[in-house]
């Protein structure tokens, strides 16, 4: 009996520094992506590269949104952007239905807030996802809604999401007005269909006014709600630390990504395995100490037979 135990606690240690390897590896793995070759940043320290110089978002607080920019919702039909306003604030998002990366993580940290936001879209609020790219169809923005609304799990909520794709005119008075700035890059197949960003999601108040600006793809939903709370009042909100999360351009020369994180993204994904990996050695830890004592019982009851 002694035998197993001493066979099965050195299992157990071995399953715990197995298990927090393999963690510590999938986050070193996790931060770069495989995607040919991606990589964090391009150079040493904190410099961007030049692709990204007019990449940005700058915080245009109390700017009013072109209204009448003209757009097609997700349905097909011509939309101007103050059919949104009027009655509830906004969240508004500019994006790109094709991103292969940033923006999806952008409309899931979306729906993960909301989630946890008693307020509904289209009752309380209204969610604007306006698309960068002049070439995506109203197609592939209904399937882009549907797919949201879906993984968001309030059905009934569809009215209150608006996936607008339109022309370069209008896509520009809306970046321009947001202070969002963007540049095309070329695709692994050399072609020009992709965009070099950075991730915010604005707050925009019922008349319209630009009031609060949300960086990175993860989103308090206690700042959510007191901002489109404050919102439906009209009022502005103040500048945020501008610390930004960016999309990753591609290099025809070298045929690499590269992929641009804000360090505190790298910070939280330490944090994280930090977190977890203390969690686990915890739980080893008393597993232990219960097993021991387990087998101290069941010796004195050996030796007592």
Not at 67 to 81: E, K, P, Y
Not at 193 to 211: K, N, P, V, Y
Request: charged content about 20%; proline content about 4%.
């Amino acid at each position: 009996m002694k035998q197993r135990n001493t066979i099965r606690r050195t299992l157990e240690r071995g399953a715990l520094a197995t298990a927090l390897c393999a963690l510590l590896t999938a986050s070193a793995h996790s931060q770069v992506s495989s995607y040919g070759d991606k990589e964090t940043g391009e150079n040493s320290g904190d410099q961007l590269p030049k692709v990204l110089t007019n990449v940005g978002v700058e915080q245009h607080l109390n700017q009013m949104l072109p209204l009448d920019a003209q757009f097609t919702d997700d349905h097909g039909q011509t939309v101007r952007l103050g059919d949104y306003f009027g009655k509830h604030p906004a969240i508004v998002s500019l994006v790109y239905y094709n991103c292969p990366m940033l923006c999806s993580e952008e409309m899931d940290g979306i729906a993960s807030a909301l989630e946890m936001v008693k307020m509904n879209p289209g009752k309380d609020f209204e969610i604007v996802i306006i698309s960068i790219d002049p070439s995506e169809t109203s197609e592939l923005a209904a399937r882009k809604k549907a797919y949201y609304v879906k993984r968001y799990g309030r059905p009934e909520t569809a009215n209150g999401w608006h996936f607008l794709v339109g022309k370069q005119p209008a896509i520009d008075a809306v970046s321009k007005a947001v202070g969002f700035g963007y540049v095309r890059v070329p695709g692994p197949d050399g072609k020009l269909d992709q965009f070099a960003h950075a991730s915010s999601i604005e707050i925009a108040t019922t008349d319209g006014h630009l009031a609060q600006y949300y960086l990175g793809v993860e989103y308090s939903p206690k700042d959510v709600i007191l901002g489109l709370v404050e919102a439906s009042g009209n009022k502005i909100g103040s500048p945020v630390a501008n610390i930004l999360t960016y999309c990753y351009h591609y290099d025809p020369q070298t045929n690499k990504h590269s992929l641009i994180v804000a360090r505190v993204v790298q910070l939280g994904g330490m944090v994280t395995v930090v977190s977890l990996g203390s969690f686990m050695f915890v739980m080893f830890r008393r597993d232990l100490r219960l097993g021991r004592k387990h087998d101290l019982t069941s010796n004195r009851t050996d030796d007592e037979g």
